[in-house]
């Protein structure tokens, strides 16, 4: 992990090229976070590739209910020459889960990115395959998100089809 | 014939998953200019067959015997294990991750451990670390035989699984004499291990070292010289190391294509650094570097196992935080604070300041990655396991594309998915 020195340098290299694609930093247990706009996560993502971290490790969502924006999407990049890793972070509205898609850059993001949507409902613009990866097809509602009950899971039978509750509501 | 009859009736069944895009390939592509002579078929396998490594489906596009597309379909046994290890206290949460690959228990729980640690900025003891060490290579080995039994029964060597089991059942037998459990043993807690091994475990666990590389000699005695495997496998389905590293591959499968990367080495943690080891890489990238890499893979566990023993150093096996650990039990008869401690831990469990930390380790199929985020309250307000399996399973397209479908069965066994990680 780059120090909070280091981390800062980079928050500023990046900052310099695109002025509001940094948000902000956070240095935590000697992990190091940009916050980076959402917009533009590819071009802080690639100028990250640029500084040496050329490996997506993981891209996850979380929910951060109730604080607003609610929905954060986080990449773990990796540089595998200096043993260094850094986090971005991106946070959206509910309302507008879009984020550009990385999987055309980054082909592992594919079934990250996937997991993410089907789990919280963050839509990935430009992905090539969007859909639900986990859950089922027609289900209804992102499961992972901190307001959706936890159990009471219906099991469907034939005899009810079509009468299933939506928990999104 | 070329376009697919639209006048044809959909079946129920595959309306209901229309989303699905079968291939974009309608028909094979043309050699020389001349119109092909056959169709594409798209194949379903599964949920289920593919060797029956895990409930997994692949609908697979072919031209003849030849593979030209395929995609796998996941989920079927999603049991939402992220989602209700937000509903349990941390020392609550570790017998359901534990659940997630369920042929790398140990590593499940000390990614999520160590996770937990890292947030309450806990040093384990060193005799922790060591235990935790010991038991972590012994589950490689033992998801290693397992690995190498349903390989080898997938390309028809049947004796090979009965041989590899004999094995891990002793690894099992180890592990229920340590922790009580044979399999998701709950073994690791935050801050330590639940308690000391047993008298003469050590002796055992040195026993089946002495035992164990003469056996890996044994396997590769039966499969090395098998021309039936090694048609099987020798260039059989090459990935170079670039694609690899884009497709986020890691663990034997990159290794098996020359790059040496592993956590162990590269960030070492729990105590690795103090462990003298290598790391067997292979040079084609093919199916039987990633057999021959696996196969090493478990001497230089062995190796790991013996050292360790016979460093194992005194002292305690738990954190001396009593905010953290429980108190001992002699404790609860004499002392109000040690019983007071006791409840707050066990019904509400410890409070972990509020942040985010991703927590990388080396499993037997590359990277578990545990991201938790604690929101100061104490139950994790998110868990995400980064596992190897979901992330390698990405290459099967890229493996297998343009070889014979019966290359496809020998491939994903040697990419070695376990579905209870990939699906969770």
Redesign the interface.
Known sequence: MPDATGLELLAGEIGDAAPDAILGTLHFRGQATLLAHPRHVRSVLERLRAAGYANLMSVHGVDYYPEEPRLGVIYELLDRGRRDRVRVKVRVHTEDPHVPSVTPEWPTANHHEREAYDMFGVVFDDHPDLRRILMPEDYEGHPQRRDFPVGGEPVIFTKDAGTRQDYTQ | MSAIDASRPTSAYRE??A???LSPLKTPPAVDGAAPDQELLTLNMGPHHPATHGVLRLLVTLEGEVVRDLKPI??YV?T?I???A??KAYWKAIPVVERMDYLAYFFNAYAFCGATE??L?LEVPKRAQYLRVIHMELNRIMSHLVWLGTSALDLGAMSMLWYSFREKELILDLFEYSTGARMHTRYFQVGGVIEDVPAGWAEKVLEFCALMPGRVDQYGDLLNKNEIVLQRLRNVCPLSEEEL??????GPLLRASGNP?DLRK??PYCSYEDFDFKIPVGTEGDNYDRFAVRMQEMKESVKIIEQAVHALPQGPVMVDDRKVALPPRHELATSMEALIHHFKLVTEGFRVPP????F?VEGPRG?Y?C?V?SDGSSKP??V?M?DPS??N??ATNAMVKDSYIADLIATLAMIDPVLGGI??
């Open positions: 209901m998953e989303s699905v895009e996941i989920g999603h939402g992220e989602k209700t937000e509903d890292t947030l900025d590293l884009a497709l986020g591959v890691t990367w590269a960030m942040g985010e930390v991703y990388p990277e990655g991201f985020r307000a998110r995400h980064r979901f992330v399973l990405q699906d969770r």
